[in-house]
């Protein structure tokens, strides 16, 4: 099995910052592409960020220019730095990773359980 647990969410004051981590593990053969999603109260999930294992990235608007993230491949690690939050900013983070199992060439997805960041006006 595969197994992703993000970590580094909690409580911050409107424009602070927050860093956080997602790290894969279980049965891993490579992993095409990573990505960070936002669900907020009463709210449908929400793509924030995407890296693929070449280093392309791409973000919503809401967060271009506020966010950066990165990947380690050798540790089937991502990162979200997230600087100028905002209020709208809260909500629960999910990484999600598009992960190759060994000895097949069949990509799935596979979702954290999620880490809370909540943003104070």
């Known amino acids: 099995q595969v197994q992703l647990v993000e970590s580094g969410g909690g409580l911050v004051q409107a424009g602070g910052s927050l860093r956080l981590s997602c790290v894969a593990s279980g049965r891993i053969s490579s992993i095409n592409a990573m990505g960070w999603y936002r669900q907020a109260p009463g709210k449908e999930r929400e793509l924030v960020a995407i890296?693929?294992?070449?280093?392309?990235?791409n973000y919503a608007d809401s967060v271009k220019g506020r966010f950066t993230i990165s990947g380690d491949n050798a540790k089937n690690t991502m990162y979200l730095q997230m600087s100028s939050l905002k209020p709208e900013d809260t909500g629960v983070y999910y990484c999600?990773?598009?992960?190759?199992?060994?000895?097949?060439?069949?990509?799935?997805?596979?979702w954290g359980q999620g880490t809370q960041v909540i943003v104070s006006s």
């Open positions: 999600k990773g598009r992960v190759v199992v060994p000895l097949t060439s069949v990509s799935s997805d596979y």
């Open positions: 890296i693929t294992r070449g280093g392309g990235t």
